[in-house]
């Protein structure tokens, strides 16, 4: 047997034990695969040795979580990796959709799974193909992207969150039934057929038909044409899970966030542990600054996925909105604890520190930043902000 050599990239906050799965399944046949953490020796250079380790793989597999795609760690991998050609195959786990995907992940051949076994037989199709030379570069039908989630460093009133909807797993199922279809100019295919006379015979559409068109309109961004779609397909079926999320979504999108929560509530009544249904209810809430409530979300989300790092950090915002400042600087130490480079958590603990009057633990924050991001405008203008005050204390000191 050829044996393999694999580099995983992954972030250990929700992709670490798909990653000690893989190693485990490929190991025990005699491959070899890198898993970073384990793999590195005290005193050894860490950048070092992972581009070394890429350099030496036949094939990177990008474990893509949720906090895979915040990672910076995972973003130099898989840029090192296409710097060097190398073959990628992006592993979406389960409510990432292709339209979410980084660093040009969506234009190459990949899968999405459920499991680490569906994980594992997934990879093998792929690793043991003959037609390797083809998967590297084998492009994705890629679906236009209607927005992408965005922090921004933006205080109360004027933070806007653009988020590309993460479809709930039961729509895989729904898509895959759909694939043959072609998006209808029209909320009804109409077959015309005779009964015996020159009367022609209205055939409505069926829930599969109509699905099709609502689910091609919220593709491109027709969000008034989706909801009245999924509201045509809830109307034969009341409890379709993945009609009811999309609708929501399309409400979100369309800043109805009343509307959106109502949706969403429909999704929880039906499955109480649909965590995607939860956690875009508690966004429609932080929208509607309705804070509180939507901390009882985010709390509902953790109790089913606790180490799910955005419900943890806008439990975080939302906190900071409520102007409890110690609060709120827990929650981003805890996102902080499993991710330490994430600038959303470091720029808002910084921002609760600052609101505090604790500003020298406030620029160090600030500093962690432009550590990472040198050009940082937001962190260098707190920074100036908080030399501002400092300097105005001391004037009224010595005066």
């Not at 709930?168 to 279809?181: H, K, L, Q, R, T």
């Amino acid at each position: 047997m050829d044996l393999k050599k694999i580099f995983v990239s992954y972030s250990r906050a929700d992709g670490g034990d798909f990653a000690d799965h893989i190693q485990e399944h490929y190991e025990k046949d005699g491959h070899q695969v890198f898993v970073d953490f384990s793999d590195i020796k005290p005193g050894e250079d860490w950048s070092g040795t992972i581009r070394n380790s890429i350099t030496a793989s036949d094939f990177v597999a990008v474990i893509v979580t949720r906090s895979a795609l915040r990672s910076t760690e995972v973003e130099k991998e898989v840029l090192e990796a296409r710097k060097q050609n190398k073959t990628i195959i992006p592993c979406r786990y389960k409510g990432i959709l292709w339209t979410d995907l980084k660093w040009d992940l969506n234009k190459l051949q990949g899968f999405q799974f459920d499991n680490k076994n569906s994980l594992i037989r997934q990879l093998d199709d792929i690793i043991f193909s003959e037609n390797r030379s083809a998967i590297s570069n084998l492009p994705q039908e890629k679906v236009e992207e209607p927005g992408t989630r965005n922090y921004g460093f933006r205080g109360k009133k004027s933070i806007k969150i653009s988020i590309t909807i993460i479809s709930i797993i039961a729509i895989i199922g729904v898509i895959i039934g759909i694939v043959g279809f072609q998006p209808q100019s029209s909320p009804y295919t109409i077959d015309s057929r005779t009964n015996g006379t020159n009367n022609e015979v209205t055939i409505p559409p069926d829930v599969d038909t109509l699905f099709s068109s609502a689910f091609s309109s919220y593709k491109i961004g027709e969000y008034p044409d989706a909801v009245s779609y999924f509201d045509k397909v809830l109307q034969i079926e009341p409890n379709n899970v993945t009609a009811l999320f999309l609708k929501g979504s399309s409400l979100y999108k369309e800043a109805k966030y009343p509307d959106a929560v109502s949706s969403f509530d429909k999704v929880i009544n039906v499955n109480t542990n649909n965590t995607d249904a939860l956690f875009y209810k508690g966004l429609s809430l932080y929208n509607l600054e309705k804070y509180d409530e939507a901390i009882a979300a985010f709390n509902s989300v953790r109790a089913v996925e606790p180490t799910n790092m955005d419900a943890l950090f806008y439990k975080g915002l939302s906190l900071y909105n409520l102007v409890r400042y110690n609060e709120a600087i827990a929650e981003f130490n805890r996102v902080l604890s499993v991710e330490p480079t994430n600038m959303d958590a470091l720029f808002y603990k910084g921002l609760s520190l600052y609101n505090l009057e604790r500003y020298n633990e406030a620029v160090a924050y600030y500093n962690r930043i432009l550590e990472i991001d040198p050009n940082n405008i937001n962190a260098t203008k707190e920074i100036e902000k908080i030399q501002d005050v400092q300097q105005n204390q001391s004037n009224i000191n010595q005066s």
